[in-house]
């Protein structure tokens, strides 16, 4: 894939947010975003997600931006954030561009009115709340693909093969 | 739609998990379940989702299933359980059957092995590891579509409407 998708989490509370940014790392990385931007950098969640980059591979990485306002006004791509009160998903992701570097904005607690303004698509994935973690997962499978969430991912020590029963592991290691 | 969806959340710990399981149980109204059920009720997951309804409709509820074997074993519909050890949910998806009621299994910490074996099919979406949250939406989302996501709900206070910028939302209200 050409374009490379960021997401930049807001408001990101070390204590409270802990369990629930690391699924946000996690379900970006495996639905094939390149790297999550948060305010500051949280020891708990980078451990958690550099050890599954670590044993199951790929490029995937975590950054800070202290400053959304001045991050957002810079980016130079695409840029949506996913809200409940944007439009449709299954509209705006046609107009996506495909060739452009993507940024997905995830709210935390209340979004400031000013980031509304600031990308090019306020999106919604249905029009109940639920999970920023549910609506960044469907975004990304709409935009990758399915075929995203199976592709190899280099310098894997581990790969986990499809089973209807059990677990099946395949070591990887060169050793 | 003539199927109804439950979900079986094993292994909620209050204190922990109270925050990703709210998400699980907004995910699953959202995106087109019925109900959830957990070993024991957690009064601060309870007021939130019932809160949601309360304002945005529906009928979803929150149950208990305080012995999930037994529940599992008594169950007479379909049921899946949703671990990344799986078969791809891709191929998955087209086998279950649309007109018996659906069990989707979703774990915690670590399942029991018993559990790959009482279900009717191990479904992973993805090989990487994630989140349940965003597993559940995706399999969900291919399951019921996108049009569940938007499907009016009886007796909603309020619904959001899609919009550009900012936020629109319709009263419902009888008065």
């Known amino acids: 894939m050409s374009r490379e998708v960021t997401i930049l989490r807001l408001g990101h509370r070390p204590d409270r947010d802990k369990r629930l940014t690391t699924h946000v790392c996690l379900t970006a990385r495996a639905f ?4 999550v931007l948060f305010p500051r950098s949280d020891s708990a969640v980078r451990r958690t997600v550099e050890d599954v980059v670590d044993r199951f ?16 006004k810079a980016w130079e791509g695409h840029a949506v954030h996913l809200t409940m009160y944007g439009e449709h998903h299954t509209d705006v992701v046609p107009e996506v561009p495909d060739d452009e570097d993507l940024l997905v904005v995830l709210g935390a607690e ?12 306020n999106v919604a994935v249905g029009d109940q709340p639920h999970s920023e ?18 592709a190899p ?20 290691d060169d050793a």
């Open 133 to 150: 973690v549910a609506a960044l997962a469907v975004l990304l499978y709409e935009l990758n693909g399915s075929d995203a969430l199976t």
């Open 153 to 172: 991912r280099e310098d894997a020590e581990i790969r986990v093969l499809p089973s209807a029963r059990g677990k099946r592991v395949s070591s990887l």
């Open 110 to 121: 209340k979004v400031p009115r000013e980031v509304y303004d600031l990308v090019d698509h």
């Open 57 to 72: 591979g790929g490029t995937f990485e975590l950054g800070e931006a202290p400053n959304w306002r001045a991050f957002l």
């Open 32 to 35: 094939g975003a390149d790297r």
